[in-house]
């Protein structure tokens, strides 16, 4: 199961994997200024999307009930996740019309209140072998669902093309079992999520020649 994780938590992960992605050695030193401002940085970017997720539980409160949305603080960001069986039929990729209104509603958040987050759209599917649908595998088809959705914001939803992405990763990201018709089920689904900003972090010759107070190195 995906972690749930506090606001602290959320903050050293990211500030951590922006050094990651840097893929250069970094000082932190006491009170740099620098570090000080990402972290404020960081957090303010997370009360803004705990507001988001406040907002987005209220307007999907039936559909959180009936099991057809969950939503969660996860390491990579506010995740919202669908059911597929509720947007598409068995093997297809084509959105319900009646699925459209709940997209409407997360699309409505994501267009007003965070609007300089960027969204990764992830497909997904259980472990069964595609027989009959026409697909290649499930690569293509949770590929194929994810960028479904992913037009389904960008056309006239005030969605920027810019700020999306999708992925389909198959059956390689189960939550649950695919030994239950329940955990095949929960591992058929659509994530939306919203994506911290990694701030840039200082490559080693610049940080070096700030005055030295150093607290350790980190690869």
Same mark, same amino acid.
């Given at each position: 199961?995906?972690?749930?994780?506090?606001?602290?938590?959320?903050?050293?992960?990211?500030?951590?994997?922006?050094?990651?992605?840097?893929?250069?050695? /970094?000082?932190?030193?006491?009170? +740099?200024?620098?570090?000080? &401002? #990402?972290?404020?940085?960081?957090?303010?970017?997370? @009360?803004? !999307?705990?507001?988001?997720?406040?907002?987005?539980?209220?307007?999907?409160?039936?559909? /959180?009930?009936?099991?057809?949305? +969950?939503?969660?603080?996860? &390491? #990579?960001?506010?995740?919202?996740?669908?059911?597929? @069986?509720? !947007?598409?039929?068995?093997?297809?990729?084509?959105?319900?019309?009646?699925?459209?209104? /709940?997209?409407?509603?997360?699309? +409505?958040?994501?267009?007003?209140?965070?609007?300089?987050?960027?969204?990764?759209?992830?497909?997904?599917?259980?472990?069964?072998?595609?027989?009959?649908?026409?697909?290649?595998?499930?690569?293509?088809?949770?590929?194929?669902?994810?960028?479904?959705?992913?037009?389904?914001?960008?056309?006239?939803?005030?969605?920027?093309?810019?700020?999306?992405?999708?992925?389909?990763?198959?059956?390689?990201?189960?939550?649950?079992?695919?030994?239950?018709?329940?955990?095949?089920?929960?591992?058929?689904?659509?994530?939306?999520?919203?994506?911290?900003?990694?701030?840039?972090?200082?490559?080693?010759?610049?940080?070096?020649?700030?005055?030295?107070?150093?607290?350790?190195?980190?690869?």
């Amino acid at each position: 199961m995906r972690q749930k994780i506090s606001k602290s938590a959320f903050i050293i992960f990211i500030f951590v994997m922006s050094i990651t992605l840097s893929g250069c050695t /970094i000082i932190f030193q006491r009170g +740099r200024r620098s570090d000080v &401002e #990402k972290i404020g940085e960081l957090s303010s970017q997370l @009360d803004e !999307l705990m507001s988001a997720r406040n907002l987005l539980a209220d307007r999907l409160k039936q559909e /959180i009930q009936d099991k057809q949305v +969950r939503l969660e603080m996860a &390491e #990579k960001g506010l995740v919202i996740t669908f059911v597929a @069986d509720i !947007l598409f039929d068995s093997g297809k990729a084509k959105i319900k019309p009646e699925a459209m209104p /709940i997209l409407d509603k997360v699309a +409505r958040v994501l267009s007003e209140n965070l609007v300089d987050f960027k969204i990764g759209i992830e497909g997904h599917t259980d472990n069964q072998p595609i027989k009959y649908s026409g697909w290649k595998s499930n690569w293509e088809l949770s590929t194929a669902r994810a960028l479904s959705v992913l037009h389904y914001l960008s056309d006239g939803k005030g969605i920027a093309e810019t700020r999306l992405s999708a992925t389909g990763y198959g059956e390689h990201h189960p939550v649950a079992s695919n030994d239950t018709k329940d955990g095949m089920q929960l591992n058929r689904r659509v994530e939306i999520v919203v994506l911290p900003k990694i701030a840039k972090v200082k490559k080693q010759e610049e940080v070096t020649k700030e005055p030295a107070k150093t607290e350790g190195y980190y690869k």
